[in-house]
């Protein structure tokens, strides 16, 4: 399978502290691809590195054969990356439209991005119906479908998810991970960082475990779901 990001031997320093130790993963065309471990593993300093928030200290990013540690961090958008950020980064006191319309700045064809504007509609219906009310206003799973569809407006080739449940409640959390899985089903590969690892593994293919800025292990998604060491640790049983 053809790989979309190769990341290798990724090291990032907050001051004297190391984040990541020298990391290396693989995420393929078309796949589902989930980081899990605990708070401060370094799961979102990952992907902040990946799309250029953050710069890596040594390693390699390789997306689409281009090294992004070269590229400035404006230009990965327009490289079919797109990111949605843990806790939501809505633009609360704009519309749900403006908001939208933010996600496809680097789209030059109206018309293309108006049949974007159409098809993320018919995905997120509930955005149509608030579509001229405050961004801010919005509960915070409608809120998560309005970062998910900021990001899906650019057209990426790839998206980056940061916690996409984070303190939605149950009924939420399904509908989030589902339309994961409708979004993939169409195309756009994910990687998806979560710390419901439960529901990541159960819809991922492959997966990474982080401790501490370090990968322990990886495999199939469905075989971690069943080791016993990651129930342990990470599912509670």
């Not at 995420?27 to 593993?41: F, H, R, S």
Request: glycine fraction near 10%; avoid cysteine.
């Amino acid at each position: 399978m053809e790989s979309i990001l190769e990341v290798k031997d990724l090291s990032v320093y907050y001051g004297v502290i190391q984040a990541l130790k020298g990391i290396s993963f693989h995420v393929d065309k078309g796949e589902i691809v989930a980081l899990i471990g605990a708070n401060g593993a370094g799961k979102t300093t990952t992907l902040h590195t990946l799309s250029g928030l953050i710069q890596a200290n040594a390693g390699e990013i390789n997306y689409n054969g281009i090294n992004l540690r070269k590229t400035p961090n404006h230009k990965i958008v327009g490289m079919g990356m797109a990111q949605v950020p843990e806790g939501r980064r809505v633009f609360a006191e704009m519309t749900v439209l403006q908001n939208l319309k933010m996600g496809a700045f680097t789209r030059s064809s109206k018309a293309e991005m108006e049949e974007t504007l159409a098809s993320i509609y018919k995905r997120f219906p509930r955005l149509e119906e608030r579509k001229n009310q405050l961004a801010g206003t919005l509960s915070g799973g409608e809120q998560q479908m309005l970062a998910m569809g900021r990001a899906l407006m650019s057209h990426p080739d790839i998206i980056l998810m940061d916690e996409p449940s984070m303190g939605l409640s149950p009924i939420f959390v399904n509908e989030i991970f589902n339309i994961i899985e409708d979004v993939n089903k169409d195309g756009v590969t994910v990687l998806l960082v979560e710390q419901n690892a439960k529901k990541a593994l159960s819809i991922a293919n492959r997966a990474y475990v982080l401790e501490t800025g370090t990968i322990v292990k990886e495999g199939d998604a469905k075989e971690l779901l069943n080791d016993e060491s990651i129930k342990k640790a990470y599912l509670g049983e």
